[in-house]
């Protein structure tokens, strides 16, 4: 074991999750961050569980399984925010009758009667999956990382050099962070943008599946519903726009009228790590280990403890 604490980079759901693993495991842990958890994009996610359409593909097979395992028993923590929660999945167009192998974790997994599908929408399916309040899911993973002795401080981490000279072995969890501080250009935005409304008594999701930048989405958390969204690729903008929210509220009400007249409570922008393929992997510099972990696009929450257990298995290997 190295005298120093693991150094993770980023208090998002990937770095909070390695965080929580290693600290677990027993190992001395410290999180710098630039933002709060709370101010990262992971706050803003909506957020489900799911099939994660990324590569490699069959390491993303392995970290969603493993992510559906921990969130199941999540689920029986009052205290998480994670709940099972019963929806659709759908879309405009046939899906076919190929499915990805992940959604054989989902025990109610059905196709949607013609009744079931909202005008316009062709092919779905019915499922129950684990639906993560995420504002309330950090302040659990915080909580879960100090009780086990984690170090988190609010200290951002300008350049890789800085990193390695505080520890040996590094975690590198910064998201969309990651193009600047490793000089990785493939890492680009997907920005994504969310219309929080109090809930009006809807208890089931609801998930429009598409490759468009416009779809919808919306996901009940207890007295507030999370509504979706957009994903506008190479778009680093931060502030929500108000055509992005009309169009919103406009698509979730054709499939949920409730949602017609429903309080909003706020409009949230994040920023999401778009990457070709999810980066977990190690890399040698001046020294050190640094054990990569981002590029994970609108899939983070899903994939995060897989990514999180794999991460953390490089860090015991190599120190």
């Not at 009052?78 to 759908?90: F, K, N």
């Amino acid at each position: 074991m190295t005298a120093d604490p693991v150094l993770v980079i980023g208090a998002g759901v990937q770095g909070l999750t390695t965080g929580v693993v290693l600290a677990e495991a027993g190992r001395r842990v410290r999180i710098r961050t630039a933002d709060r958890p709370q101010d990262t994009t992971s706050a803003v996610a909506g957020a489900m569980w799911g099939p994660a359409m990324l590569r490699p593909a069959d390491r993303v097979l392995y970290w969603v399984t493993r992510s559906h395992a921990e969130f199941t028993a999540l689920a029986r923590d009052e205290d998480s925010g994670v709940h099972l929660t019963a929806g659709r999945m759908a879309a405009r167009f046939d899906l076919g009758d190929s499915v990805p192998p992940e959604v054989q974790l989902i025990p109610d997994l059905r196709r949607c009667t013609p009744e079931e599908l909202p005008d316009g929408f062709v092919s779905g399916y019915r499922a129950t999956v684990p639906l993560i309040d995420m504002p309330r899911y950090l302040d659990y993973l915080v909580a879960r990382f100090r009780d086990a002795g984690g170090d988190l401080r609010l200290s951002p981490v300008p350049t890789l050099a800085e990193a390695v000279a505080e520890s040996a072995t590094v975690v590198n969890c910064t998201g969309i962070g990651a193009r600047e501080l490793v000089g990785d250009p493939s890492v680009h935005p997907v920005r994504g943008q969310h219309v929080v409304v109090r809930n009006p008594g809807i208890d089931e999701y609801f998930i429009e599946l598409s490759d468009s930048g416009e779809f919808t989405s919306y996901m009940p958390h207890g007295d507030r519903v999370v509504l979706g969204g957009v994903a506008a690729e190479q778009d680093w903008n931060r502030t929500p726009r108000r055509k992005d929210s009309e169009g919103i509220r406009r698509r979730c009400a054709e499939v949920e009228p409730r949602l017609a007249d429903a309080e909003v409570l706020a409009e949230l922008v994040g920023l999401r790590p778009g990457r070709e393929s999810v980066r977990v992997e190690v890399e040698h510099y001046e020294g050190a280990r640094i054990i990569h972990n981002y590029g994970h696009g609108g899939c983070g929450v899903a994939l995060s403890w897989g990514c999180a257990f794999e991460a953390a298995d490089l860090a015991e290997e190599l120190g």
